[in-house]
């Protein structure tokens, strides 16, 4: 056995965004760039800073990945650091491929201290697509901000980092090997999240509904989520062979984008809003923590369905004593505030990034939690879980017997319902991009008590989010712009884009009259978003006269 000690200097571009390091596959095919980050990984779980607890030796890792382009070569890199690093025992998913969920609920079940995702989430892949590492700690959730900056400070200085010299392991044939010291076991990537998900929800319910009258179509956009789908609705579940659509994962993602929304999903679109559309649709992203919904010929924005969700959460056995709480990024739509109202139940509000959710759901606060961007889970992981939200609906649809439209319909008639849209502008210029927040952010302080037209500004500020579990602060999490009436307008620059910037506006606003909720989303939303374009000034800034994406 030989451990190699190999001397390399620090690249200037990897603190970690959003979601972890995402950069363009080239970027991490330069010499040293992906183990530069890794040994920064191990290095910073070594020295403990940052609070990531510990020491490498004699640990369990899991890894995995959503199976996109340089997944594999990635995997074995990692698996001879981690080998050199002293960890006992790797657990990597069968052809390195672990959906996002799955690699929580993995990381969680054996008590690993911590796991490495290969992924850049929605983002294209292939040879000239994105890639992204990130470290999850032993909770199964993504790294808080103070490992995260803790792992930025060490690739900033890293000098060296170590590699076992042995031969590439079988990452296709499942059981155990050893790397030199190190236990690699190769997992079958279904097995523990399926276990999982036959947990909590009613499958003998379900599986009477798809073995009956009731269709459904998945679509798993060639992306990691086909092998779990395959099994659970068709082989377990009983929906017709052919219910998942795009099942085999791909490296490129076949050239699409693997991101579920009525843009790049249009697979799903064309049926669910086709002749003899199937009961209901849904999709899910690159590496499965992501989804998006759909009723026959009905588009469920993903801010009312983390609140149809909790509203009946009494339904699904996992939550049938009811909910701790119910957490919201900051511009998802108010729509699951109004439940946790009338449910009596805490809602918190916390910035854009699923990490924000682990300390509230570590601290048993919150069950619920979602994010606008089709991200729904609870804390039965420690991430977002597609396929979890999937199930979650089709255990309602099982119980209430009623159509997806119908269910959305009678919320919004009991609760009011929350219009929401978001605009991105993708691929701007950085600069004119920071020109728009400056002066966005410089008008602020003079908004309150303004009017436009019947919209008086109630209060404008740059979000701020303390954790109430260990009192971090987080500070420039998005401007938000609030009216007297409950509308509101968010800005905010993306954190895990690659080219360029990409402007995030979101867009809100409220009506308990029934007989006004079925207005057209953009006109119903056509006041704030005027508003939003005389304040940022949006089309000179980006050089758009629409956004690249609605959804
Ligand atoms: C985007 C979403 C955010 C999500 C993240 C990771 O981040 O907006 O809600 O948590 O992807 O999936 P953004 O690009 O806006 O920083
Ligand atoms: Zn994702």
């Not at 672990?98 to 490495?116: F, H």
């Not at 619920?368 to 597609?386: A, V, W, Y």
């Not at 959305?408 to 993708?426: A, I, L, M, P, Q």
Request: charged share 20%; net charge negative.
């Amino acid at each position: 056995m030989n451990i190699l000690t190999i001397a390399t200097t620090p690249f200037s571009d990897q603190k970690p965004g959003t979601s972890g390091l995402r950069k363009s596959v080239p970027d991490f095919q330069k010499p040293h760039y992906l183990e530069n980050f890794v040994q920064s990984i191990f290095d910073t779980i070594t020295s403990g800073a940052g609070g990531a607890i510990g020491n490498c030796t004699g640990q369990t890792l899991v890894v995995g990945g959503d199976g996109r382009y340089y997944n594999r070569p990635a995997s074995q890199i990692i698996l001879k650091m981690a080998a050199a690093a002293g960890f006992a025992q790797v657990k990597i998913g069968k052809g390195g491929i672990l959906s996002t969920p799955a690699a929580s609920c993995v990381i969680r079940k054996y008590q690993a201290i911590g796991g490495i995702i290969l992924s850049a989430s929605h983002n294209p892949g292939g040879p000239d697509g994105d890639f992204g590492i990130k470290y999850n700690t032993g909770n199964g959730g993504p790294a808080p901000e103070k490992v995260t900056e803790a792992i930025y400070a060490r690739t900033k200085n890293i000098d060296k980092y170590q590699m076992l010299e042995a031969a590439d392991i079988d990452l296709d044939r499942l059981g155990k090997t050893m790397l030199g010291p190190m236990l690699v076991e190769v997992i079958d990537s279904v097995t523990d999240y399926q276990e999982l998900m036959e947990s909590l929800f009613d499958f003998d319910r379900i599986q009477t509904m798809l073995k009956g009258n009731f269709r459904l179509a998945m679509d798993s956009m060639h992306a990691v989520t086909g092998p779990y789908a395959t099994a659970i609705f068709e082989q377990r579940l009983g929906a017709a062979k052919g219910s998942v659509m795009n099942g085999v994962p791909l490296e490129d993602f076949g050239k699409g984008h693997p991101d579920p929304n009525l843009v790049y999903a249009h697979d799903l679109v064309k049926v669910l809003f086709g002749s003899n559309a199937p009961d209901f649709g849904a999709a899910s992203d690159g590496d499965g923590d992501r989804n998006m919904i759909l009723g026959r010929n009905f588009f469920v924005t993903p801010s009312d369905s983390l609140a149809i969700l909790a509203a009946n959460a009494k339904l699904v056995p996992a939550y049938k004593d009811g909910l701790a709480g119910i957490a919201r990024s900051m511009p998802t739509s108010q729509a699951a505030d109004r439940v946790a109202a009338k449910l009596g139940i805490d809602c918190y509000e916390t910035p854009t990034g699923w990490k924000f959710f682990g300390n509230l759901m570590d601290a048993g606060k919150v069950t619920l939690c979602g994010e606008e961007s089709f991200g729904t889970g609870s804390n039965h992981i420690r991430e977002k879980d597609g396929l979890w939200a999937v199930l979650f609906w089709l255990n309602i649809l099982a119980v209430r017997g009623e159509s997806v439209e119908q269910i959305v319909k009678e919320h919004w008639r009991t609760y009011g319902r929350n219009y929401y849209s978001r605009h991105d502008y993708e691929g701007v210029a950085v600069d004119r991009a920071n020109d728009l927040v400056a002066k966005v952010q410089g008008a602020m302080p003079t908004l309150p008590g303004k009017k436009f037209g019947s919209y008086e500004v109630a209060y404008a500020d740059d979000f701020s989010y303390t954790d109430s579990i260990d009192g971090s602060v987080s500070t420039k999490q998005g401007m938000r712009i609030g009216f007297v009436d409950g509308s509101r307008i968010v800005m905010r620059l993306s954190g895990t884009g690659t080219q360029g910037a990409t402007l995030r506006a979101y867009f809100e606003s409220f009506t308990d009259d029934v007989n006004q909720q079925n207005i057209e989303v953009q006109q119903a939303l056509a006041g704030p978003m005027s508003i939003a374009e005389e304040l940022a000034q949006i089309k000179s800034h980006t050089g758009m006269d629409k956004p690249t994406v609605i959804t």
